[in-house]
């Protein structure tokens, strides 16, 4: 493939995927913590979403050339966040009855007690 007539290699990897396992932990459980570097426990919503300011920044190409397919990573972010909308939100909020109006039916009276 090639953009601006540079040719573009193919991106090889699972970061995207560790991108996104990172958005889902901190969609679902925010104050869990990671260590960074082993040392420094962060919680898990301020990891992810300093991944993804900085795959951002340097995807949009402001902090010059990388090799690192920074969009792969958006990309694995992006798909953690439309799973949990799209299916795990369902799941996870209280159960309602799912009652179409015709089958709304009214319940006999108690029966009275015969004097």
């Given at each position: 493939?090639?953009?601006?007539?540079?040719?573009?290699?193919?991106?090889?990897?699972?970061?995207?995927?560790?991108?996104?396992i990172?958005?889902?932990?901190?969609?679902?459980?925010?104050?869990?913590?990671?260590?960074?570097?082993?040392?420094?426990?962060?919680?898990?919503?301020?990891?992810?979403?300093?991944?993804?300011?900085?795959?951002?920044?340097?995807?949009?190409?402001?902090?010059g050339?990388?090799?690192?397919?920074?969009?792969?990573?958006?990309?694995?972010?992006?798909?953690?966040?439309?799973?949990?909308?799209?299916?795990?939100?369902?799941?996870?909020?209280?159960?309602?009855?799912?009652?179409?109006?015709?089958?709304?039916?009214?319940?006999?009276?108690?029966?009275?007690?015969?004097?």
């Open positions: 493939m090639m953009i601006n007539e540079r040719p573009v290699p193919p991106a090889l990897g699972m970061s995207g995927s560790l991108v996104g990172t958005t889902m932990v901190a969609i679902l459980k925010p104050k869990i913590t990671f260590s960074v570097g082993g040392i420094i426990p962060v919680p898990a919503w301020f990891c992810a979403i300093g991944f993804i300011g900085y795959d951002l920044f340097y995807g949009a190409g402001y902090g050339s990388s090799k690192t397919a920074h969009w792969g990573h958006l990309g694995g972010a992006a798909f953690a966040l439309l799973y949990y909308v799209v299916s795990i939100r369902r799941r996870l909020r209280p159960s309602r009855p799912n009652l179409m109006v015709g089958q709304l039916r009214k319940h006999p009276p108690p029966p009275s007690s015969a004097r």
